[in-house]
């Protein structure tokens, strides 16, 4: 790949305007499973408000939440053959409307990767044995939808394992199309832990004929191909999702077996903060609430209290402090602290718990028991529900995330823009987003312990409980977290500005 061409970039108010191709596995609200879901729809459509020209990939899942009348398939698109070794693959693109900016109209370009062998199949993850296979055809169909377009994206922008091999694959399987010539790529780890790796009897799959010797020679050796490391390697650059996590991925306590990799790429790393979607987590407009509210007026959030309560069967009185979950249930949300520490405080303090959430099943149970122990305390909706999640946010007094580790993490600031006070270990985007709060100078925005032990996460939620006491005091620390901004602008800027030092990478 040669340099980019600046004389041939659109200016537009002194702004460098680009093309992004953005491929991912996840798109709130029709494909979500987390986090990633509401970053890859409400990051585009910032970027398109900056000016940007912007086509987005997402597979058609089965499950696609969003009516089969709204997608028409896409004429160029139609009947897309790939090899991918033993296997022809034929896919067919479908548009489809975007559903996070006001007017639709103007919002990215929506494209649905339609193979029904691969995506017609329960959920939106699996543990087949094609699971590579699935997110190599959404890769590869990525880059083919470009070609039949004739549409040169300045930028690849990829997220997580599923998309990783894109850089690889511009430097291999299409080194022969010219197209791509001036192409830079930009790889988001939005969760370490998941790194796509692979026994390396799947080689034949990626067609990489004469280019096998750039797979990590160490790992083929070891019979494994790693679909992450694999992007590092080859990305023009790498972000992840808060400074912090930047930070600590390079580190063996965090890198998950990367960090070498990371550190030798270091010059290439960056941190930014993912914001939050502004239309969608906006207590003054949420139509998922019964009770809009603003900073300026909290007493509707009280109704809401009240509803949640009652929605989730606990005891409905609205001067106990209320805490809440939502999130996946897996270890790195930090659950296992709660084992001792939760009960206790069941016990010895008049509090109400609620918790919406779905995952490992120890957690489950976990919920599930103290559900039947403290019927009048403990609500706990098993599932996974937008509608209970916003009022989950616009409901409860604090919010639990005492991660092991996290990325970024949109809840506790989902939570500070509802005046729901987060409790947070400190770490990840954790830590960059929530602020200790001080009672000497009213400063801070949450309850934030360090070290990843109950005593730490008792500590925490007791302080919380003591200042809830306090009114005065804890209307300042719900303000606080209101007043911030956590919009999509500043990192929609960040991204914009790194996409302009990548097209010079060499
Ligand atoms: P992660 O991506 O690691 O799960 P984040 O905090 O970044 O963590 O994002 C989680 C997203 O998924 C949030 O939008 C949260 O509201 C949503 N979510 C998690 N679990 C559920 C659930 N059971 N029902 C509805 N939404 C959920
Ligand atoms: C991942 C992380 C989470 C992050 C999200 C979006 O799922 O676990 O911390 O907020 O991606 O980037």
Redesign the pocket.
């Known amino acids: 790949m040669s340099h980019c061409n600046w004389e041939n970039c659109n200016y537009t108010k002194n702004k460098l305007i680009m093309n992004i191709c953005f491929v991912t596995s996840e798109f709130?609200p029709y494909a979500?499973?987390?986090?990633?879901?509401?970053?890859s729809s409400a990051l585009p459509a910032a970027l398109q408000r900056a000016g940007h020209k912007i086509r987005l990939i997402v597979p058609y899942y089965r499950d696609l939440k969003v009516s089969e009348e709204l997608t028409e398939p896409i004429e160029e698109l139609a009947n897309i053959t790939i090899d991918a070794g033993p296997e022809k693959l034929t896919f067919h693109g479908y548009r489809c409307p975007y559903p996070q900016t006001q007017d639709p109209a103007d919002g990215p370009e929506l494209i649905l990767i339609k193979c029904d062998e691969l995506f017609d199949r329960k959920g939106i993850y699996g543990d087949s044995s094609d699971e590579f296979l699935r997110f190599l055809l959404l890769s590869r169909a990525g880059i083919e939808i470009c070609q039949r377009f004739q549409w040169a994206p300045d930028i690849f922008h990829c997220n997580d394992w599923q998309t990783a091999l894109i850089p690889l694959l511009l430097r291999s399987v299409y080194d022969w199309d010219g197209l791509f010539n001036d192409s830079r790529t930009v790889l988001t780890i939005?969760?370490i832990g998941h790194q796509g790796g692979f026994p390396a009897r799947i080689l034949p799959y990626l067609n990489l004929f004469g280019y096998e010797h750039l797979l990590h020679q160490d790992d083929l050796k070891d019979g494994l191909i790693n679909f992450l490391k694999t992007g590092i390697m080859y990305a023009d650059t790498i972000t992840t999702?808060s400074p912090t996590y930047a930070t600590q991925i390079q580190t063996s306590g965090y890198g998950v077996g990367l960090e070498n990799e990371l550190l030798t790429r270091q010059h290439d790393l960056h941190g930014i903060l993912?914001g939050i979607d502004n239309l969608e987590?906006n207590p003054k407009t949420d139509a998922l609430i019964p009770f809009q509210f603003s900073v300026d007026d909290l007493r509707p959030k009280l109704e809401n209290k009240q509803h949640l309560l009652t929605e989730m069967g606990v005891d409905g009185d609205i001067s106990a402090p209320t805490l809440g979950i939502?999130?996946?249930?897996?270890s790195?949300?930090g659950f296992d602290l709660m084992f001792d520490v939760v009960p206790e405080l069941l016990q010895r303090r008049d509090l109400r718990l609620v918790v919406?959430?779905?995952?490992q099943q120890k957690y489950v149970d976990f919920f599930s028991e103290l559900r039947r122990q403290y019927p009048d305390k403990v609500g706990f909706?098993h599932?996974?529900?937008?509608e209970?999640?916003?009022l989950v946010?616009a409901g409860s007094d604090m919010f639990l995330?005492p991660s092991q580790y996290?990325?970024?993490?949109?809840?506790?600031m989902?939570s500070q823009a509802y005046g729901t006070v987060p409790i947070v270990r400190k770490t990840g985007?954790l830590a960059d987003t929530v602020q200790q709060y001080d009672p000497q100078t009213g400063d801070g925005t949450g309850f934030v312990f360090e070290h990843f032990t109950s005593t730490g996460l008792r500590w925490a939620i007791n302080f919380a409980l003591d200042v809830f006491e306090d009114p005065r005091q804890w209307q300042q620390v719900v303000v606080n977290g209101m007043q911030k901004d956590f919009s999509w602008r500043t990192p929609a800027e960040q991204y914009s500005k790194l996409y302009a030092q990548t097209l010079q990478h060499t």
Do not use: I
Not at 356 to 359: H, I, N, Q
Not at 406 to 412: A, D, H, I, S, Y
């Open positions: 709130a979500k499973v987390g986090g990633l879901a509401d970053v939005h969760n999702v993912n987590w939502v999130s996946r249930l897996t790195q949300k919406l959430g779905s995952g909706y599932g996974f529900s937008n209970v999640a916003h946010e995330m996290e990325p970024c993490g949109l809840n506790q989902y985007g």
